[in-house]
């Protein structure tokens, strides 16, 4: 790996506004790339495929781990996600902010193979601002919801393994702490 970029992982339970703070940041900094999962999860209202991520079956998504093309990958309640390992490698190489939108478990594998990451956990103003912003996301059913609010508690547990917790409770707040946290490290 070349370390002339910097990689950073961005974590946060679903429902964090991990999205929203990175639209906002690519917009304020021509530098940053946010690395394009895969997931076999389906589409939400307004999801494009290869825009928010590459969509796939399940056989196709275990065709790219046998042909070694993922860099980490998980299972996060009913579906596959996964990074593919090429444009990081790329996009260090060129000098860029590489953001890895993961969650923790694929982020303990990154600090393995990239010990120089730098990682962000965002984490919800409450646990009642969470489920608010779960729920009204309408995009997931009872189910779902209580089966991320489950993940999501567990996920927070972890938020004292990253570099640095930033609370999403004002999202201008959010994105120039991040900013921060990237220029401090470029
Ligand atoms: P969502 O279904 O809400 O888009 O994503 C669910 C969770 O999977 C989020 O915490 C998100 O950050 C995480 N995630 C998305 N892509 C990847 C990936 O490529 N690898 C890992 N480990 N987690 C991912």
Redesign the pocket.
Known sequence: MSNKGVLLI???????G??TVLDELVKVDSDVVV?M???T?KP?KG?VNGE??IFVSKEEFEKNIESGK?I???Q??E?Y????KDPIDKWLAEGKTVI????????D??RELYPDVISVFLMPPSVRALHKRLAGRGSEDEHSIRC?ME?AMN?MIRASDYDYIIVNDRLEEAVIHTLDVIKRHR
Not at 81 to 84: A, E, K, N, R, V
Not at 100 to 107: D, P, S
């Open positions: 961005f974590s946060g339970p679903s429902g964090s991990k999205d690395s999962s895969v997931t999860r939400r999801e928010h991520y993922m980490e990958y998980v996060y309640g579906n996600y996964g990074t593919p890895l939108r993961i969650e923790v478990q694929g982020a594998r990154i991320r993940i996920e």
